[in-house]
RNA sequence: GCGCGCUUAGCUCAGUUGGUUAGAGCACCUCGUUUACACCGAGGGGGUCCAAGGUUCGAAUCCUUGAGCGCGCACCA
C-alpha cells in the first residue's frame, strides 16, 4: 500500500476478518505445520495451552474473551519466540448446564415436563441438537477474539475420543476400588431430580423459625430443629460423652409415639462432635437427612436410619399416616402444631440459616439417603502407599513423591492455600446423576448366569455387575442409567485431547504436562483440583506446570455480570464497535493476578485511542522515510538511546510476560511507544532521519505488541510490505541481534533526556510550534528549518538562556537571537524558579542527611550509596543552574 | 466460627525480590493544533499509600494489632 493511501484512523473492521482467515489458511496455528514449513525447529522447546472449554449451553461472555486474550498473548508470545507452541480449543458438554438449559427453553415453549413427554432418547436428541448449535457460535466467536488456536485439534469433551477416555478412566477407578457404589446421604435436588456435588451447592441466607421441643413429657433432653419434620425420622440423641447433664443417659432407649409409622426409637449417644454448650446441648440425630448425622452414624452404627422424605421431595410412607404424601412444608406445619397441642413445643425464635440451593436448578436441597456412585478420596491405591488426597497435596507443595519438577505451580501463590484447605475438608466425590445428558456410567447389571467372563457379584450375591470401556457381549445386560459428573470428563482434559488412552501419541508425548493453564478462582475446585487427581493417579504426574488464576470481571460498578442485571456485554459486540485489539487491550490492563477488575467503556476508548496511535505512528514511519530496514546504525546519541532503551524493555517485559504479569508487560511497552519513541524519537527523526533506527525499533515494536494486538500489528506488518506474517516473526531479542554498548547509551542519553524534560518544564516553551510562531511573528521565517528548529532548540535555548532572551543556534547555518518576552510570564517564572529551588535544596539537604548517617553508609548496599552520591550531585548541580537563572531574571 | 483478599490522586486501578522526590488511565485546569495522529499534542494541580505499634540505615512493600469492605468454606442441632 502507498503511504497515501493509508487512512487516518484505524479501521477494524476493515482488516479483522480477512487477517484471521489469513492466519487460520497459513496453518501456522498448528505447531506441525510451523516444523513443516521451517518457522519452528524440530527440536524446538514444546509449549502448550489448554483452553478450558466453555460450556456449550450458549454464547460466551466477557469473561471468556478475558481468558482468550490471556491465553492467546502467552500461545502468540511463545510462538513468536520459536517454541512448538500448541494452544488447543475445546467446548464442554456441561451435563447438567446444558440440560437444565434445554429443559427450561422447552418449558417456556409450553411444556410441562419434557422428561416425561420426550423420554431419554428425543430429549437426548434435543439437547444434542442445542450443543452443536452452541459449539458453532462459540468457535466463531473464539476466532473473532483473535485466539490462535489449532482447530484442527479441537476436542469436546463429549466426542467419541473423551467418551473413551472417560471410560477407560472410570474402569481403572473401579478395578483399583477408588470408585464404589454405596449408599450415603446426597445432596438431592428435586426439581432438578439428580444428585449434585458438595461444590454445586450455592448458600444462600433465609429466615428460618428455631423449634425447641421434646419428643415426648417424660423425654429427658429437649433438642432444637429448624426442620420439625424430620424429626419423624429421628433415631438418636447425642450429647457430649463427657457432659455431667447427660452422661448417665448415655446407652438408654426410648421409645416414642409421634405419628411416625413406627414409634421412634431414640438412642442417646455420646459424641465428641457435641458442643454441650451450644443450645441444649443436645442433638437429635436424623441420618436420613442430614450429612453430619448421617455422619454420626457411621460413628455409631448401632443407631437406624428412617427415610421420611422421599426423592420427590413429599413424605414417604415411613413417616406415618398423617404426614405421608405431604410436601416437607406441610407437614412441617401439621407436626409443629401436634408438639404444640400436646405442650411439647418448648421455644420458636426467628433466626437466619444458610441454606444450600442447586446452582443449575435453583431450587433447596434436599438431603436424602440413596445409592449413588462415589470416588474414595481418603482410600489407598493399590500399590501407591497413599490416598487421592494424598497425591492432590503433594502435587502443589513437595511435587509428587518429592520431585520439584512434577509440582504444579499455581501463580499467584495465595491459591495454593485455599487449594490446601478446600482438600481438607474434601469428601467422597459424587459422581453419579441422574439427569440424562452425560457420559453414561460405564456399567452394566444383569441376573446371574452361567457366562463368567469378567464378572463380579455384588455382596447379596445376586446381580452381576461388569464394568468395562464398552458394553459386554451377551444378552440381558443392562447399563446404569446415571450418568457422570460433567467433572468426571473435565478432570481428564489435560491428556484426553493429547490422545490418552494411547500414551503414545506424538502430541501426548509431546505436550504433557501442559505448559500453562489459566482458569478464574471461581472454577478452582471444581476443575484445577479434579484435573490434578486424575492426573496424578492415572499418569502418576501433573496435568499443567503452570496454573494463572484470574479474578472475575465486574461492570463499572463493580457488579458481577449477570443475566438477570440485565448488565451484560457482548464482548463481539463491544469488539466490533472498538476493535479487537482494544478489547484485548482493555481486558489486560491494570489488573493484577488473582483480583477481580472493572471494566467500561471509557477503557474501551482508552485502549482504542493508543490502537490508532500505533496506526499513526506507522503512517508517519510509513510517510517519512522510505528506507528498508536493515541492521541500523547508531549515528547519534538519540539513535543509541532509543536503541538502548529498546533492549532494556524487551528484556523487561520478557521478564513480565513470563511470570503473567500482563498488565505490567503492557505498560511496559505502552510507555516505550509514546513516551519514548512517539513522542521523542519520532520528533528527533525529523531532524537526523536516520531511517534505519526508525524502521528498526518499530518493526521491533510491532513485534512486541503482537501478542497483544495481533489484529493492528498484523495489519500495520502488511502495510508496509513486510513480506510474511507477522505472526510468526521473530519475537525481538535485540541484545543477540546489536552490538551496543547498551548500558552507557542508555545512561548517557537519559540523562540527556531528563535534561530536556526539564527544560521544557523550566522555560515552558513547549511545544516548539509556539516559539517557531513567535519567531515567524517576529520577522524571523523558519519554516523551512522548522524541524531542525523543534529540535535544536529544545538544545540550545538552555545553554544561552539569560531570562528575558535566548540565542538559537539552528545548525551552523542559521543563528538567532530572541525576546523571550511575551512568551514567558517573567514574574511567574520567577515564583516558579525559586519554588523549585527551595524544593530542590530541601530534598539536597534530604539526601546529605542520608549518606552523614553513619549506618546508611554501613549497611547499604553500595550501589544504593553511589546512587545517593550522584543524586546529591544531581540535584546540587540543579539547584546552583536554578539559583544562576533566578539571578539573571531578577537583574 | 475458620480462612482468604482488598483499603494508594476526585474515579478505576498498577506498583515483581524493602532502595531515586510513589505511578498510569479517566476526570479537572492552562496552553496549543493547516504539520503521523482531535480516536491529537505540550504542560499543570491533586496523595499523612486505612489506623496504631514494631523490625530496618531505609517501609506503600515485611511483622503484630485494630477498623471498614468483599469473597470462600463450614455451618450448631
Not at 472 to 496: H, I
Not at 818 to 839: H, N, Q, V, Y
Request: proline share 5%.
Amino acid at each position: 500500500m502507498e503511504p497515501t493511501d493509508i487512512p487516518k484512523a484505524y479501521d477494524p473492521k476493515e482488516w479483522e476478518d480477512r487477517l484471521y482467515r489469513k492466519w487460520e489458511g497459513s496453518g501456522f496455528f498448528n505447531p506441525d505445520t510451523c516444523i513443516e514449513k521451517g518457522v519452528t525447529k524440530e527440536d524446538a522447546e514444546p509449549f502448550s495451552i489448554l483452553m478450558p472449554p466453555p460450556n456449550v449451553t450458549g454464547v460466551l461472555h466477557l469473561g471468556h474473551a478475558m481468558e482468550n486474550s490471556i491465553m492467546d498473548v502467552v500461545a502468540r508470545y511463545h510462538r513468536m519466540r520459536g517454541e512448538r507452541t500448541l494452544f488447543l480449543p475445546g467446548a464442554d458438554h456441561a451435563a447438567v448446564a446444558t440440560q437444565s438449559r434445554v429443559e427450561k427453553n422447552l418449558v417456556a415453549s409450553g411444556m410441562t415436563n419434557p422428561r416425561q413427554e420426550l423420554g431419554r432418547e428425543r430429549l437426548l436428541e434435543k439437547i444434542r441438537t442445542f450443543a452443536d448449535e452452541s459449539k458453532d457460535t462459540i468457535k466463531k466467536q473464539v476466532r473473532a477474539m483473535g485466539s490462535s488456536c489449532d482447530w484442527s485439534r479441537f476436542a469436546y469433551t463429549f466426542d467419541d475420543a473423551r467418551v473413551l477416555a472417560v471410560n477407560t478412566m472410570f474402569k481403572k477407578m473401579y478395578d483399583d476400588g477408588l470408585i464404589y457404589k454405596g449408599y450415603r446421604v446426597v445432596n438431592w435436588s428435586v426439581k432438578g431430580q439428580s444428585t449434585c456435588s458438595d461444590d454445586e451447592l450455592e448458600h444462600i441466607e433465609r429466615p428460618a423459625t428455631l423449634y425447641t421441643f421434646r419428643y415426648s413429657k417424660d423425654f429427658p433432653i429437649p433438642v432444637a430443629t429448624t426442620r420439625p419434620e424430620t424429626k419423624l425420622g429421628d433415631t438418636a440423641v447425642a450429647v457430649h460423652p463427657e457432659d455431667p447433664r447427660y452422661r448417665d443417659l448415655i446407652g438408654r432407649i426410648f421409645e416414642i409415639e409421634i405419628g411416625a409409622a413406627k414409634p421412634l426409637s431414640i438412642r442417646i449417644i455420646g459424641d465428641e462432635e457435641v458442643d454441650p454448650s451450644f443450645g441444649t446441648g443436645a442433638v437429635g440425630v436424623t441420618p436420613a437427612h442430614s450429612q453430619t448425622d448421617f455422619d454420626i452414624r457411621e460413628r455409631h452404627p448401632e443407631i437406624n436410619l428412617v427415610q421420611v422424605i422421599g426423592t420427590d421431595g413429599k413424605m414417604t410412607a415411613d413417616a406415618g399416616p398423617t404426614y405421608a404424601g405431604l410436601t416437607a412444608l406441610e407437614a412441617r406445619e401439621k407436626f409443629v402444631a401436634a408438639l404444640r397441642e400436646k405442650g411439647l413445643l418448648e421455644k420458636e425464635e426467628d433466626i437466619t440459616q444458610n441454606v444450600g440451593t442447586s446452582d443449575r436448578f435453583g431450587d433447596v436441597i434436599e438431603v436424602v439417603p440413596m445409592e449413588q456412585w462415589f470416588v474414595a478420596v481418603n482410600r489407598e491405591i493399590p500399590g501407591r502407599d497413599k490416598s487421592l488426597k494424598d497425591l492432590m497435596r503433594e502435587a502443589v507443595t513437595s511435587g509428587l513423591g518429592g520431585d520439584g519438577n512434577r509440582r504444579v505451580s499455581i501463580q499467584p501463590e495465595r491459591f495454593e492455600k485455599v487449594y490446601l484447605r478446600w482438600i481438607d475438608n474434601l469428601r467422597d466425590w459424587c459422581i453419579s446423576r441422574q439427569i440424562w445428558w452425560g457420559h453414561r456410567i460405564p456399567v452394566w447389571y444383569k441376573k446371574p448366569t452361567t457366562d463368567n467372563r469378567q464378572l463380579t457379584t455384588d455382596e447379596e450375591g445376586e446381580i452381576e455387575i461388569y464394568c468395562g470401556v464398552e458394553a459386554p457381549e451377551g444378552e440381558g445386560w443392562e447399563q446404569d442409567p446415571d450418568t457422570l459428573d460433567t467433572w468426571f470428563s473435565s478432570g481428564l482434559w489435560t491428556f484426553s485431547t493429547l490422545g490418552w488412552p494411547d500414551a503414545e501419541t506424538n502430541d501426548f508425548k509431546t505436550f504433557h504436562p501442559v505448559t500453562f493453564m489459566q482458569m478464574g478462582y471461581e472454577i478452582v475446585f471444581f476443575w484445577m483440583a479434579r484435573m490434578i487427581l486424575m492426573t496424578t493417579y492415572a499418569l502418576d504426574t501433573i496435568p499443567f506446570k503452570t496454573v494463572y488464576i484470574h479474578g472475575i470481571l465486574r461492570d463499572k460498578d463493580g457488579r458481577k455480570f449477570s443475566k438477570s442485571l440485565g448488565n451484560g456485554i457482548d464482548p463481539i459486540d463491544i469488539g466490533k464497535e472498538y476493535g479487537t485489539d482494544a478489547l484485548r487491550l482493555a481486558l489486560l490492563s491494570d489488573v493484577s493476578p488473582g483480583n477481580d477488575s472493572r471494566f467500561s467503556t471509557e477503557k474501551m476508548e482508552t485502549s482504542r485511542n493508543f490502537v490508532n496511535k500505533l496506526w499513526n505512528i506507522s503512517r508517519y514511519v510509513a510517510t517519512m522515510s522510505t528506507a528498508s530496514v536493515e541492521t541500523p546504525v547508531p549515528k547519534s546519541l538519540s539513535d543509541r538511546y532509543i536503541l538502548g532503551r529498546l533492549s532494556h524493555i524487551v528484556n523487561e517485559t520478557a521478564g513480565h510476560l513470563s511470570e503473567s504479569r500482563f498488565s505490567l508487560a503492557i505498560e511496559t511497552i505502552r510507555s516505550f511507544t509514546v513516551d519514548d519513541f512517539a513522542d521523542w524519537y519520532v520528533e528527533i527523526h525529523k531532524v537526523e532521519k536516520n531511517d534505519a533506527v526508525l524502521q528498526y525499533v518499530f518493526d521491533a515494536l510491532l513485534r512486541l505488541w503482537h501478542p497483544f494486538l495481533p489484529f493492528v500489528t498484523e495489519a500495520i506488518n502488511e502495510t508496509r510490505g513486510n513480506g510474511g506474517l507477522l505472526m510468526v516473526t521473530h519475537w525481538p531479542d535485540i541484545s543477540e541481534d546489536m552490538d551496543i554498548d547498551t548500558e552507557t547509551a542508555f545512561n548517557e542519553l537519559r540523562l540527556l533526556v531528563t535534561k530536556i524534560r526539564n527544560l521544557r518544564a523550566t522555560y515552558r516553551i513547549d511545544p516548539i510550534r509556539r516559539l517557531t510562531g513567535s519567531l515567524a511573528a517576529k520577522g524571523i521565517d523558519l519554516s523551512e528549518s522548522y524541524p531542525a528548529v523543534e529540535r535544536l532548540a529544545r538544545i540550545e535555548i538552555a545553554t544561552s538562556f539569560d531570562g528575558s532572551s535566548a540565542e538559537l543556534i539552528i545548525s551552523d547555518r542559521l543563528s538567532a537571537s530572541i525576546s523571550l518576552e511575551g512568551i514567558i510570564d517573567i514574574d511567574a517564572e520567577r515564583a516558579r524558579l525559586a519554588k523549585e529551588l527551595t524544593e530542590a535544596e530541601k530534598y539536597a539537604k534530604s539526601l546529605e542527611a542520608k549518606l552523614g548517617n553513619p549506618s546508611f553508609a554501613e549497611r547499604a548496599p553500595e550501589a544504593v550509596v553511589a546512587q545517593t552520591r550522584s543524586l546529591l550531585d544531581e540535584t546540587n548541580a540543579k539547584a546552583e543552574e536554578l539559583r544562576g537563572h533566578l539571578s539573571s531574571i531578577s537583574s
